[in-house]
């Protein structure tokens, strides 16, 4: 079974500032996907940014970028230039693609992401 | 733009009670998902399906059941309802093939158990 840790509850920071969220996660698997999910104040669950796991490159969306660490089981999200809309929980998500990619997502716990004006 | 939608945003039920909560996308999505999603906690699995009248447990399934008559429609059902039950019910969806794997989630339904 894997796990997927998020070891930040809750974080702060001013606009404009760059904030790191970070993630672990514990698999035997080869074949995996990672992602990271944002859930604004009014729920709606949505992507962030993807990873897959056998591509050495780092994944990168506008502002949003991971530090995707293999070996280590680290897969790390950085916002630049922080923005009052990114104030939301951010899940870290982990999903074993040997079945297709039809089994479900594996999440942490989460990190409540506050940006300060 | 992929919908997925939940019957109710909030509901309100007693102990014992069967719930069922339903959930409907109109992307033509083979997989669908339910998921619980409660403080500190995060979301965890309840149960899948891949298609129509398959599902498969995922890690907290006591409980629960759901039905897949039809592709786009996904319901969860409670069959007596308990208090240790209230919590968020996120519904997703994700098509079979698409390299991306993206899941999409619906709103949520708040359910408390009185």
């Known amino acids: 079974a894997q796990t997927v840790t998020q070891s930040q509850p809750e974080m702060s920071v001013q606009e404009a500032e760059t904030v790191t969220l970070s993630c672990t996660y514990d698999?035997?698997?080869?074949?995996?996907?990672l992602f990271w999910y944002k859930q604004p104040p009014s729920r709606q669950m949505i992507l962030v940014i993807r990873?897959?796991?056998?591509?050495?490159q780092n994944a990168t969306e506008n502002r949003f970028s991971v530090n995707f660490q293999k070996a280590a089981k680290s897969f790390s999200l950085k916002i630049s230039d922080s923005q009052l809309g990114d104030t939301a929980m951010y899940f870290c998500a982990f999903m074993d693609y040997s079945g297709g990619g039809a089994d479900g997502l594996t999440f942490g716990k989460g990190t409540h992401l506050i940006i300060q004006p | 733009d992929v919908k997925v939608t939940q019957s109710s945003r909030y509901l309100v039920k007693r102990t014992g009670e069967k719930v069922f909560l339903e959930c409907v996308q109109d992307m033509d999505h083979e997989n669908m998902f339910w998921y619980r999603q409660d403080p500190g906690l995060g979301l965890r699995l309840i149960y899948f399906s891949y298609d129509v009248k398959m599902k498969e447990k995922g890690d907290i399934p006591e409980g629960y059941s759901v039905s897949r008559e039809k592709k786009e429609r996904f319901s969860l059902i409670l069959e007596s309802a308990s208090t240790n039950q209230t919590s968020m019910y996120l519904c997703a969806s994700s098509p079979r093939t698409s390299g991306k794997n993206e899941q999409f989630f619906g709103p949520g339904t708040r359910l408390t158990v009185l």
């Open positions: 990873q897959e796991a056998y591509k050495q």
């Open positions: 698999t035997s698997e080869n074949n995996y996907y």
